[in-house]
């Protein structure tokens, strides 16, 4: 290798201007347990001049001390850091090496071959471009070969080094070489999707087209381990893909500047281009770009910059920036490839939080799809995921989320899965594509808006939502109360259990299921009628807490109005107006609210009515007053 | 916009300053100062948008400037939003704690400087307890009392995995129990940059933002953004004593003189600062950024060679960051 070491002596502001020009470029080494990967990158620090002479000294003791190598360096003990594994001989966790050439800066993940710690090769594979899989040219390709392969190629790493190691102990065998060339790359083909397989036969020990060609191999002709990393043509900056960037933080430390943080994760953008906000889709354009103190005319993948708006809108961490043009997708359900990185199991059903960029959502696995056997790759069928195991699943979030297809693009694509009572890390996962339900819609991006129709008609939208017992008298306060808000020009509409299941819900019965649909689709009605800026009333039992909180959960805080129509049992029976409750008690209602069937008080309600002490045009002059007491009219 | 923006600071490191055309610059990968500043700003972000009570440790040294000059940028124009800590061990060079009151002052910093009242009524003196001792006491107990103190959460190092075989393995967001203990076994794995910072009771995170840049970026960085750093860097005609093949500066008349030893006047410069006993100099000519860093280059010996904590025994420092220290 040629090295720019000359240069520090003798023009140090030049070695300095080409070392500032350096790109940086990470790979991983991975491969079975003695492969031979802290040998290989002991080898690569070695041969770039990273060590200086106390490490050496300190190398050569301890290689005398519990090297295995009889003479000569041990360069695995360069690497292997921690006391425990140095004295296992192993490597038992990731870690991060650094070198540098004439060209490159580069990071090395030197990640562990042991079952038990592929969740650690899944580490460094998600941040590397290259990854080197060593193969021991004496056991050939192995089960551990293989599983790497895969893991490597399913988090999206395009390029593959197969470095077929320890040539020499087998009289640098052209044969075997190419025999495990062609086992190797029959394999890629047929099971993962890597542009590039490069192949290198190489001795990490000693030295083997490490930097330089061996004379050794004169049958090889390709390029040498440094060669090729110091070439490969990397995607770098695709200014063509479409713009991404997850807001991180809202920088404003006084009203006259807002700007969102973040770190673009895909394309380009520059002041004027148009962008759209997600979850949500308001639209927007850039006014400007900051990086420090300074204005960009342009900034690309990579760069964490801070973007100022044109438009005042709501923006917070957990909004993604996306152009406006090809904005990414939005959705609540999905499929995806899931790694399991905890020694308990993932259990399907159970509650995780999910952690995309800066978007937390709360997480359901569903049933598992397929596991995938990482020896063999076939699917099998699974009932829960333990460490080390994939699996392909369906996922449900409480919330829309922006995101892309990991395979177009791993920030807006990548997850990882927390335990909600240990706080670990216990999967990751890659999303595949949106479920039909909520598949690819793209948010029409809404010009006109629920303040801007609330305006026109000077009200505001909400819902007034009673509930209470059959024959309370829900439904004639509610009648009285839309007359009254009618005449004080306010435009309303009413919802009613009747007129309701005699048309958009004709098809439901009175089954608990039943119920639980006939109030959410009122809840989703009564949520449109709100964006189109009425005042909507509803009357229904709505007997469940849990049903009422979720209707209040769809629309702002201020515009849900829960109205309690408290009314007791015997006066209601009393009335019995509809004759329902004579009824229920002779046994032909089941399920009959207040008889068979309990009513959950509400715990909070805006407005409580107690239709004992006052008429129905008083409870309605209450509402009207509480409203106008809140500047809720 | 802003107006008060100061445009005339131009960095070197910027990739599209206004009126230079991108389309030259197509597919290629960023610089890799670029991209290790645009992840720890990156890291900085994620840190304050989600810890309650961060606080960025501040040493002094030139780690820690690269630090505190990147935080400055990440949240450009806002104050910083979260104090800066420095444990005294009251050892420190004298210019030290200078250059940290003016950086302080000229950066509208809100310095916490946080000294173990226990060790100073001890009496905690390196010359006399050790330096084992004394960095355990001033330092890692120090750090503990101050956190459990001010009930920080997050705290900022400016630690690089380069400097020392166990820091390679250490992620970036690293747990610290309630009894301020690594557990190197259970590290939580850390996929693409996504960083998990749920914590369990009492527990804490150190967070280095500088995990993947190596002393010759943080050199590169310094002379390239011009970063001011304490000039003990710099070679100067100082006053020193030989002491078992180090040189150590007579900073004030703590330092005890043993019997025959006389301060000399040497050009000399450190390459790493902490307590001024425990810290050599090495004899230089260098007082510019390209002549430390050429030396630097040059040279045969590895940084942490000038700190005498390293050697007190193999793996010593993965023992004293299971048990605390940085």
Not at chain 1, 57 to 77: M, P, R, V
Not at chain 2, 62 to 82: I, N, Q, T
Not at chain 2, 205 to 227: A, G, M
């Amino acid at each position: 290798m040629v090295y720019i070491d000359d240069l520090i002596a003798e023009d140090i502001e030049l070695y300095l201007k080409k070392h500032e020009e350096k790109e940086m470029l990470r790979f991983i080494t991975c491969g079975s347990v003695d492969d031979g990967k802290s040998t290989l990158i002991g080898r690569m620090l070695y041969e770039s001049h990273m060590l200086y002479d106390d490490h050496l000294s300190t190398l050569k003791k301890d290689s005398k001390q519990i090297g295995t190598q009889e003479t000569g360096l041990d360069f695995a003990l360069l690497v292997d850091g921690l006391s425990a594994e140095r004295e296992q001989g192993i490597t038992i966790d990731v870690a991060y090496r650094f070198f540098s050439t004439d060209k490159r800066k580069y990071i090395v993940a030197d990640t562990p071959g042991h079952e038990e710690y592929t969740r650690n090769m899944a580490t460094g594979s998600s941040t590397a471009d290259v990854a080197i899989i060593l193969v021991d040219a004496r056991n050939g390709i192995m089960t551990q070969t293989r599983r790497h392969s895969f893991i490597v190629s399913m988090l999206g790493v395009k390029k593959i080094i197969l470095a077929v190691n320890k040539l020499d102990l087998v009289n640098y065998s052209k044969q075997i070489y190419h025999e495990i060339v062609e086992e190797y790359t029959t394999f890629a083909k047929n099971a993962l999707e890597i542009e590039e397989i490069t192949s290198i036969p190489i001795s990490a020990l000693l030295g083997d087209n490490i930097t330089s060609s061996s004379d050794n191999t004169t049958w090889y002709t390709g390029p040498t381990i440094m060669e090729y990393l110091e070439t490969v043509k990397l995607e770098g900056k695709n200014f063509s893909n479409p713009f991404r960037m997850p807001v991180q933080w809202v920088n404003r430390p006084n009203l006259d500047f807002r700007g969102y943080c973040g770190m673009i994760a895909s394309g380009k953008i520059e002041p004027g281009d148009k962008i759209r906000i997600l979850p949500g889709g308001k639209n927007s354009t850039v006014k400007s770009i900051l990086f420090d103190n300074k204005e960009l005319e342009i900034a690309t993948s990579g760069q964490s910059v801070t973007i100022i708006l044109e438009d005042e809108i709501d923006v917070s961490r957990g909004n993604m920036i996306v152009s406006a043009e090809n904005p990414s997708g939005e959705a609540d359900q999905f499929q995806a490839h899931i790694l399991w990185l905890s020694d308990d199991a993932m259990i399907p059903g159970r509650q995780y939080i999910f952690k995309s960029n800066s978007q937390i959502a709360s997480l359901n696995l569903g049933k598992l799809k397929y596991q995938i056997n990482v020896n063999s790759l076939n699917h099998v069928p699974a009932k829960d995921l333990k460490l080390n195991q994939i699996a392909v699943c369906n996922i449900s979030l409480d919330k829309r989320i922006a995101f892309d297809p990991y395979k177009e693009n791993k920030t807006t694509g990548g997850f990882i899965i927390i335990d909600k009572i240990t706080n670990h890390t216990v999967g990751m996962g890659l999303i595949d594509f949106a479920l039909r339900r909520s598949d690819n819609i793209h948010w029409q991006s809404i010009d006109i808006t629920k303040e801007q129709r609330a305006l026109q008609k000077s009200q505001s939208p909400k819902i007034i939502w009673f509930t209470g017992l059959s024959g309370s008298g829900k439904s004639s306060i509610a009648n009285i109360l839309e007359k009254k808000l009618h005449s004080m020009g306010r435009h309303t509409i009413i919802l009613d259990g009747d007129n309701i299941r005699h048309g958009l819900n004709k098809d439901l019965g009175f089954t608990e299921a039943d119920r639980v649909e006939n109030i959410r689709r009122v809840g989703e009605v009564a949520r449109l009628m709100v964006e189109s800026g009425l005042i909507c009333i509803t009357a229904f039992i709505s007997p469940f807490e849990s049903e009422r909180r979720m209707i209040r959960s769809l629309v702002s805080e201020k515009e849900f109005i829960e109205v309690y129509v408290d009314t007791p049992l015997e006066i209601c029976e009393e009335r019995d107006v509809k004759g329902l409750y004579a009824k229920a008690r002779a046994g032909q209602l089941p399920n009959f609210t207040g008889i068979s069937s309990p009513f959950e008080e509400p715990e909070n309600p805006e407005i409580r009515i107690d239709t004992t002490k006052i008429s129905p045009e008083a409870a309605a002059d209450t509402i009207i007053q509480f409203l106008t007491k809140n500047h809720l009219t | 916009m802003d107006k008060r923006l100061d445009l005339s600071k131009q960095s070197q490191l910027n990739i599209f300053p206004v009126g230079v055309k991108y389309t030259t610059m197509y597919a290629k990968l960023m610089k890799h100062l670029e991209a290790l500043e645009a992840e720890a700003i990156h890291i900085m972000r994620e840190v304050v948008a989600e810890a309650e009570n961060p606080v960025m440790l501040y040493s002094i040294g030139k780690d820690s400037s690269v630090m505190l000059h990147l935080a400055m940028k990440a949240f450009y124009p806002a104050k910083l939003p979260f104090p800066i800590m420095h444990i005294d061990t009251t050892w420190k060079f004298s210019e030290m704690i200078d250059f940290r009151d003016r950086t302080a002052e000229k950066l509208g910093l809100d310095l916490i400087v946080h000294i173990n009242k226990k060790g100073q009524e001890m009496d905690i003196n390196p010359f006399i307890h050790g330096s084992a001792k004394h960095t355990d006491i001033m330092k890692t107990e120090g750090l503990k009392q101050a956190i459990d103190k001010y009930q920080f959460d997050v705290a900022f190092g400016g630690a690089r995995r380069d400097e020392e075989k166990s820091r390679a393995k250490e992620r970036i967001f690293s747990f610290r129990s309630a009894q301020h203990r690594w557990d190197p076994k259970k590290q939580r794995p850390e996929l693409w940059n996504i960083y998990n910072s749920f914590k369990n009771k009492g527990e804490t995170i150190r967070v280095f933002p500088l995990s993947n840049w190596t002393e010759l970026d943080i050199w590169q960085y310094i002379h390239l953004e011009k970063i001011p750093i304490v000039p003990l860097y710099f070679s100067k005609e100082r006053p020193v004593v030989e002491r078992n093949g180090a040189l150590i500066l007579v900073d004030d008349d703590r330092l005890p003189l043993e019997k025959g030893e006389k301060p000399m006047m040497k050009r000399v410069r450190f390459r790493t600062l902490g307590c001024y006993p425990l810290s050599g100099a090495v004899e230089s000519q260098a007082n510019t950024l390209p002549e430390i860093i050429q030396e630097m280059l040059l040279t045969t010996t590895s940084e942490r060679q000038g700190r005498t904590i390293d050697f007190d025994s193999k793996s010593s420092m993965e023992k004293k960051k299971q048990e605390g220290y940085f």
